[in-house]
C-alpha cells in the first residue's frame, strides 16, 4: 500500500538493493527523522518485504507531515519503488542533512 498521507509510508515489494543510496535525499530524511516526535506506540510492527523491521511508533516530523522508522530504509534500499510525489515532500523538508548509522538505514536488515 501506498499512500501520500505522511512521508514515505509505502510498502515495497521487492527485495532491497544491494548497496545503500546515501544521498542529499537520504540525509535530508535522517536530520528530519532525528528531529521528529514520537507519537503513540502500537502494539505491533511493520516488516518490509526484505527483512527489514520498524519500530512501533510513527514519529511528526518539523514540518508536521508523519512517518515512520523505516523511512530512511527505504530511500537508501527501496528507490525504484517511491513516487515521485514522496520525492519531492522529502526534497522540501528543510532540517538539514545528515549521514545515516547503518542501523537507521537497515533497521535489522535481513539479507537472505
Given at each position: 500500500?501506498?499512500?501520500?498521507?505522511?512521508?514515505?509510508y509505502?510498502?515495497?515489494?521487492?527485495?532491497a538493493a544491494?548497496?545503500p543510496?546515501?544521498?542529499e535525499?537520504t540525509?535530508?530524511?535522517?536530520?528530519a527523522l532525528r528531529l521528529?516526535?514520537?507519537?503513540?506506540?502500537y502494539?505491533?510492527?511493520?516488516?518490509c518485504a526484505c527483512?527489514?523491521?520498524?519500530d512501533?511508533t510513527?514519529?511528526?516530523?518539523?514540518n508536521?507531515?508523519?512517518?515512520n522508522?523505516?523511512?530512511?530504509h527505504?530511500?537508501?534500499?527501496?528507490?525504484?519503488e517511491?513516487p515521485?510525489?514522496?520525492f519531492?515532500?522529502?526534497a522540501a523538508?528543510?532540517?538539514?542533512?545528515?549521514?545515516?548509522t547503518?542501523?537507521e538505514i537497515?533497521?535489522?536488515?535481513?539479507?537472505?
Amino acid at each position: 500500500m501506498i499512500t501520500n498521507e505522511g512521508i514515505l509510508y509505502i510498502e515495497p515489494k521487492g527485495n532491497a538493493a544491494i548497496a545503500p543510496i546515501i544521498d542529499e535525499l537520504t540525509c535530508r530524511m535522517t536530520a528530519a527523522l532525528r528531529l521528529g516526535i514520537p507519537g503513540v506506540r502500537y502494539k505491533g510492527f511493520h516488516i518490509c518485504a526484505c527483512g527489514a523491521t520498524s519500530d512501533n511508533t510513527d514519529y511528526t516530523l518539523p514540518n508536521g507531515e508523519k512517518t515512520n522508522s523505516l523511512c530512511i530504509h527505504y530511500l537508501a534500499f527501496h528507490r525504484a519503488e517511491i513516487p515521485e510525489s514522496q520525492f519531492k515532500k522529502v526534497a522540501a523538508l528543510e532540517c538539514g542533512e545528515e549521514i545515516p548509522t547503518e542501523r537507521e538505514i537497515s533497521i535489522a536488515l535481513v539479507r537472505i
